[in-house]
């Protein structure tokens, strides 16, 4: 984060310590734990900093389209395409968790992650329309492929070598990622409106299936990581229930699903 000097620093410190994007902000140290394991060489701080950014973008980008802003997604697409100036610290959340993330992209990664990024919209908005539990859990799951190839994609420069059997492994920890988010979340998303379909017992006992199935074949080939898995999942439910970290209360369901389409 050498490029960030000034009022910046200070806007983006500041965002990072916001609590209700801590659950976020420890993904970075947990994937530094997975690299650790898998024996991978890397440039520890150039990798942490890469992914701090980058889950902290994933971050705020949800907070904005919770908060009903409908243009984000397309908006954050086209920020992140053009090879603007960095802004200064006077800006929304959005614009400078965007700016910083785009700072952190390296020119060999550039063309692949904004292709990755397109098609990562692409499948959340699907995700939305889905009518289905099955088309939803098939969105879900290509929604954690995408955005831990995209994090691989990030930190690739800052690893000793490509680690392609690496990159298979945070795609199925972020498919099973979001199976978990959805379990935690599918009832709020129900009543706020951004499910286009009524999930009846026989949905959730899918998805839960589908998550546990998911989770056991990662658990299964890797079972030295389950204490990291389980500090994830326990933290990740703490986070969601924390007063600080619950959406306003202002917020509507017409807001939410107006806003259902964005980047991440």
Same mark, same amino acid.
């Given at each position: 984060?050498?490029?960030?000097?000034?009022?910046?620093?200070?806007?983006?410190?500041?965002?990072?310590?916001?609590?209700?994007?801590?659950?976020?902000?420890?993904?970075?140290?947990?994937?530094?734990?997975?690299?650790?394991?898998?024996?991978?060489?890397c440039?520890?701080?150039?990798?942490?900093?890469?992914?701090?950014?980058?889950?902290?973008?994933?971050?705020?980008?949800d907070?904005?389209?919770?908060?009903?802003?409908?243009? +984000?997604?397309? #908006?954050?697409l086209?920020? $992140? *395409?053009s090879?603007?100036?960095? %802004?200064?610290?006077? &800006? @929304?959340?959005?614009?400078?968790?965007?700016?910083?993330?785009?700072?952190?992209?390296?020119?060999?990664?550039?063309?692949?992650?904004?292709?990755?990024?397109?098609?990562?919209?692409?499948?959340?908005?699907?995700?939305?329309?889905?009518?289905?539990?099955?088309?939803?859990?098939?969105?879900?799951? +290509?929604?954690? #492929?995408?955005?831990?190839? $995209? *994090?691989y994609?990030l930190?690739? %420069?800052?690893?000793? &070598? @490509?680690?392609e059997?690496?990159?298979?492994?945070?795609?199925?920890?972020?498919?099973?990622?979001?199976?978990?988010?959805?379990?935690?979340?599918?009832?709020?998303?129900?009543?706020?409106g951004?499910?286009?379909?009524?999930?009846?017992?026989?949905?959730?006992?899918?998805?839960?299936?589908?998550?546990?199935?998911?989770?056991?074949?990662?658990l $299964?080939?890797?079972?030295?990581?389950?204490?990291?898995?389980?500090?994830?999942v326990c933290?990740?439910?703490r986070?969601?229930?924390?007063?600080?970290?619950r959406?306003?209360?202002?917020?509507?369901?017409?807001?939410?699903?107006?806003?259902?389409?964005?980047?991440?």
């Open positions: 984060m050498e490029s960030l000097t000034g009022d910046v620093r200070r806007a983006y410190d500041n965002l990072a310590n916001d609590p209700k994007y801590r659950h976020f902000v420890r993904i970075p140290e947990r994937i530094l734990r997975c690299l650790d394991y898998f024996g991978v060489a440039k520890r701080e150039e990798t942490s900093d890469l992914l701090l950014s980058y889950y902290l973008f994933i971050g705020v980008v907070s904005a389209i919770d908060s009903g802003h409908v243009e +984000a997604g397309e #908006r954050i086209t920020q $992140l *395409s090879r603007s100036h960095f %802004p200064d610290a006077e &800006i @929304d959340s959005v614009k400078l968790a965007t700016s910083v993330l785009k700072s952190q992209i390296s020119d060999d990664s550039y063309l692949l992650m904004m292709s990755g990024f397109q098609e990562l919209y692409r499948e959340v908005v699907r995700e939305r329309q889905s009518k289905s539990i099955d088309a939803y859990i098939v969105s879900r799951k +290509a929604v954690g #492929r995408l955005t831990a190839e $995209l *994090s994609l930190i690739r %420069p800052s690893l000793a &070598i @490509d680690y059997c690496l990159c298979q492994f945070m795609k199925q920890v972020g498919e099973v990622g979001c199976l978990v988010d959805s379990l935690i979340d599918l009832n709020a998303d129900r009543r706020l951004l499910l286009m379909f009524k999930a009846s017992r026989t949905d959730r006992l899918k998805l839960v299936a589908a998550t546990v199935q998911r989770g056991l074949s990662v $299964l080939k890797h079972p030295g990581l389950s204490g990291l898995f389980l500090q994830a933290d990740n439910l986070d969601r229930f924390s007063p600080s970290c959406p306003d209360a202002h917020y509507t369901a017409s807001d939410r699903k107006g806003a259902a389409a964005g980047v991440a």
